[in-house]
């Protein structure tokens, strides 16, 4: 497969398209300070990270089918108030996590290089392979005016396809979806191995997105050895593609 033969460009959309680290991390604090009291003291960097590990477990128990999507959402509200002392019933924890919810989304934008690097890969077919529900993945779209650069109807999301990534039959349904076969089409991911390797194992040109350079000598050596190129911004993609 050359690059030069490709006729469809899909993207992960956390941490590849839409911040999402960044609108986590701005509305996990501005919730800690509004709640006051030992949690809005706490250090910052530790409960942010505290915080990223509790969805990392919980979200993939949920892709793994282990707890559906609310129960993730109710157990990481648990374990993150726990160590204060603070037990959660199922209706406190839902409560709990719709209004943080609410200081996730005031945070909610693309990535600065998103819009000029879909402009210069035009024409090529676009769209989304997303591990998550369609409707809330698709409120993050539409809250950024994503819409406006990949059609909604592009998105293809695990929690209908009932499959997640890396399966990869999900790169094959979206591949279907577009009108294109998976060796003519390119995936963009931030993850290794459920993005970028997936899909490369699945017959398309994987690409891993490595913003914050945190990919290890091991992992570049993994990737090289499976065909992935390593990119740090979408500005470099369509090189990339010739």
Known sequence: MTRRGIRAVLFDLDDTLFAHRE???AGIHSYRAALGGP????????EFARWNALEEEHYHRYLAGEVDFREQRRARARGFVAPYGIELDDEAAEAWFETYLGYYETSWRLHDDVAECIAAIAPRALGIITNGELAFQSSK???TGLERLIPVENIIASGVVGVAKPDARIFEVAAAHLGVPPEECCYVGDRLHTDAIGAARAGMLGVLIDRRGVATREQLAE???EGVPVI????ELPALLG
């Open 23 to 25: 609108s986590v991390e």
């Open 39 to 46: 949690l809005a003291q706490a250090e910052p960097a530790a």
């Open 141 to 143: 779209v539409l809250g």
């Open 223 to 225: 990737a090289e050895a």
């Open 232 to 235: 740090r911004t979408l500005a």
